[in-house]
């Protein structure tokens, strides 16, 4: 049985930063591209960034610079440093797994808030 399991949300003053974690099991974590979304209250799930199996990384926008994310194939994690934290990154963040032919994972999520 798959299982993703993130930690590392929390409440955070605006300028601060946080670190997210995602712990795989049950699964061929090395093949797939693994990344992180989030949804905020009233918007549509949106891509944060992701890193493939070969090391490439996208980030959107409005984050680049601030997040870097990255990943362990010998310890089934990924990470997401967030610094320079803004209000607008206030959001539940989701852990991703995907891949073309065996299917896409999600975590249950972790809510990080970004306070003014």
């Known amino acids: 049985q798959v299982q993703l399991v993130e930690s590392g949300g929390g409440l955070v003053q605006a300028g601060g930063s946080l670190s997210l974690s995602c712990a795989a099991s049950?699964?061929?974590?090395?093949?797939?591209?693994v990344g992180w979304y989030r949804q905020a209250p009233g918007k549509q799930r949106e891509l944060v960034a992701a890193?493939?199996?070969?090391?490439?990384?996208n980030y959107a926008d409005s984050v680049k610079g601030r997040f870097t994310i990255s990943r362990d194939n010998a310890k089934n994690t990924v990470l997401l440093q967030m610094n320079s934290l803004k209000p607008e990154d206030t959001a539940v963040y989701y852990c991703?797994?995907?891949?073309?032919?065996?299917?896409?994972?999600w975590g249950q999520g972790t809510q990080v808030t970004v306070s003014s």
């Open positions: 049950g699964i061929i974590f090395s093949i797939y591209t």
């Open positions: 991703n797994l995907d891949h073309r032919r065996w299917g896409t994972y």
């Open positions: 890193i493939t199996t070969g090391g490439t990384t």
